[in-house]
């Protein structure tokens, strides 16, 4: 059974639709993560599980129980919010107490559970300060450790670790997964940092304008995205996009541009047929060019790509290539490889041989993913 279920969920402020007909159910321990661009409904969707905003239709349902009436107190959540709401008066300590005792936990368990959360973030040494005396970062983790100290049936965050550092991030990621784990209830965590959501979720859901637009596990999404926007917005780099025309020879298909062609994977030539004669979006990702001797596939005079190096920045596993085609236009597209490459290519030609069965295909008027619709 679904821990949390929300179905047909809809926010309208005056005019405008902040959440618009969003549906998913929550496993039991599940880490469910929102991401999606700025203004896109995250926060709202949150404040509704929470209680704090009225829905405007829809249904939220705890196990059995519908819970669009209950008030915020009652419905057993906690929330760590966007903007880190601390009691400037209280001290860290009583901050951190405040989830318990405004439950009329035993001071007992206070005593026991707040050093305990401080530690867990990191603010120990910080228990007797008052806020202001404290970063944003600090501020933050006190928002944490009072949202964690408690035990609920459903943990939601918003963007908790925007204002930390990378290194914190790391640590508070982690931190937040152990007690996730120990805890074992459902979680909805917001970010718009794609790389957080796919370090982090059991499964994402990307938002836009409102809506779900997908909702998977990280892989899926990274795969299979059922559009351009998914295919764009997971994934860093960012996904290599190229309008083609799609083009019969000699009883294959090819996807030609004015700086290539590329033949198609037989797997994907019927979803392409349709498409013959018109042009679509190719999507290649970074990941997926590859130096022709070390390429993991047959190379082929079709499925390589030539282009001019413009940049090339060394990483922990390789290098990333930012390179441009050799037609007029220049498009630009980036490679990421598993070996260095030497700066001594910058301003020189280099083919990249292209993984085609890994390729993704958008129809240019919908946007939606001609692979897997
Ligand atoms: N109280 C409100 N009154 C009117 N409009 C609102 C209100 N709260 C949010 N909105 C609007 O609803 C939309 C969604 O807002 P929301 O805060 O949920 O976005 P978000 O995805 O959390 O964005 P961000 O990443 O910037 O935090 C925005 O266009 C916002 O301006
Ligand atoms: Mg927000």
């Given at each position: 059974m679904p821990s949390t279920r929300v179905s047909h969920l809809t926010k309208e402020f005056d005019t405008k639709i902040a959440v618009n007909d969003v549906n998913f159910e929550l496993g039991e321990h599940?880490?469910?993560?929102?991401?999606?661009?700025?203004?896109?409904?995250?926060?709202?969707?949150?404040?509704?599980?929470?209680?704090?905003e009225q829905?405007?239709?829809?249904?939220?349902?705890?196990?059995?129980?519908?819970?669009?009436?209950?008030?915020?107190?009652?419905?057993?959540v906690a929330m760590v919010f966007q903007d880190y709401a601390v009691f400037p008066h209280y001290t860290v300590y009583e901050n951190i107490a405040y989830g318990l005792r405004s439950r009329r936990a035993p001071n007992a368990l206070v005593k026991e559970r707040v050093p305990k959360a401080a530690k867990t973030f990191r603010i120990d040494h910080l228990l007797g300060r008052k806020p202001r005396q404290l970063s944003g970062g600090e501020r933050q983790r006190v928002a944490l450790a009072r949202a964690m100290v408690r035990d609920a049936?459903?943990?939601?965050?918003d963007e908790p670790l925007a204002n930390l550092d990378a290194q914190l991030r790391y640590q508070a990621r982690e931190d937040i997964m152990a007690l996730h784990n120990e805890k074992e209830k459902p979680s909805v965590y917001v970010t718009h940092d794609q790389s957080e959501a796919m370090a982090m979720g059991d499964r994402i859901a990307v938002?836009?304008?409102?809506?779900?637009?997908?909702?998977?596990?990280?892989?899926?999404?990274?795969?299979?995205?059922?559009s351009l926007f998914v295919a764009y917005f997971i994934g860093t780099p960012s996904i290599n996009l190229f309008d083609v025309d799609i083009v019969p020879e000699n009883g294959a298909l090819f996807a030609r541009h004015p700086a290539f062609s590329l033949e198609i994977s037989e797997a994907n030539q019927s979803a392409l047929l349709p498409y013959v004669g018109r042009q679509v979006k190719f999507g290649v990702r970074p990941e997926d060019l590859h130096v022709p001797r070390m390429a993991p596939f047959a190379v082929t005079e079709f499925n390589q790509l030539q282009g001019v190096v413009n940049v090339i920045e060394p990483s922990s596993t390789g290098c990333a290539v930012y390179l441009s085609t050799l037609d007029e236009k220049a498009a630009?597209?980036?490679a990421t490889l598993r070996t260095r490459m030497p700066a001594s290519y910058i301003g020189k030609e280099v083919p990249l041989a292209i993984n085609m069965a890994k390729a993704h295909f958008f129809d240019l008027e919908s946007e939606r993913s001609i692979l897997s619709p």
């Open positions: 599940e880490f469910l993560v929102l991401v999606g661009p700025s203004g896109c409904g995250k926060t709202t969707t949150l404040r509704m599980l929470a209680g704090l829905a405007s239709s829809g249904d939220i349902f705890f196990g059995e129980k519908r819970v669009n009436d209950i008030r915020p107190r009652d419905r057993n049936e459903l943990y939601l965050y938002m836009r304008d409102g809506h779900i637009v997908q909702i998977g596990t990280g892989a899926e999404l990274y795969e299979r995205p059922h630009d597209y980036t």
